[in-house]
């Protein structure tokens, strides 16, 4: 069913509408999922801490609190939970050997194992809801989502440039 949209703050107000309706039918379905498979199910922050990691192998817990923009409090429960909140645990800590104030962080076997599952799933439900799209409708949404990811990236460069410290 296509949608007119008269003017630009009207159809930016529906876009995002229909982007937060998408958002919260996603967290349903993740909240069935965890509720079916407690022991692979990842929250956004435990998942995004391990995505960090397979980014980049070893990083401080400073340089995830960064990345997540959490707080202090918020990244150790985060860390806490990985380390003992699985059958095994998902990353490894050790003190920093050039500097003992920070903690390096690594990604287990287990936690890579974890990661792909998770990844995995979330992939599979994706590609069962957009095989109902044709091949234009795919075409454009892949093209409209490139276009978002590089706004949203746009976006967080600048917010870490405002934050960062003057020199």
Not at 4 to 29: C, G, H, V, Y
Not at 30 to 58: G, M, P, Y
Not at 130 to 151: A, I, K, N, P
Request: aromatic letters at 6%.
């Amino acid at each position: 069913m296509a949608h007119t949209l008269p003017d630009s703050a009207e159809s930016l107000t529906q876009m995002a509408d229909e982007i937060f309706e998408l958002t919260k039918m996603a967290w349903r379905q993740r909240l069935a999922a965890r509720a079916a498979d407690t022991e692979t199910e990842l929250s956004e922050s435990q998942f995004l801490t391990l995505d960090s990691l397979i980014r980049q192998d070893k990083q401080t817990v400073g340089e995830l609190q960064r990345y997540l923009g959490v707080i202090p409090a918020q990244m150790s429960r985060i860390i806490r939970s990985l380390e003992g909140g699985f059958p095994r645990p998902l990353i490894a800590c050790a003190l920093n050997p050039e500097d003992k104030r920070k903690i390096d962080v690594t990604l287990t076997a287990a936690g890579r194992t974890a990661y792909e599952t998770f990844k995995q799933g979330r992939l599979e439900r994706s590609l069962y809801i957009l095989h109902g799209l044709s091949d234009q409708d795919r075409t454009d949404f892949v093209r409209v989502c490139q276009h978002m990811r590089d706004l949203y990236a746009r976006d967080e460069a600048t917010r870490a440039a405002a934050a960062a410290p003057s020199e």
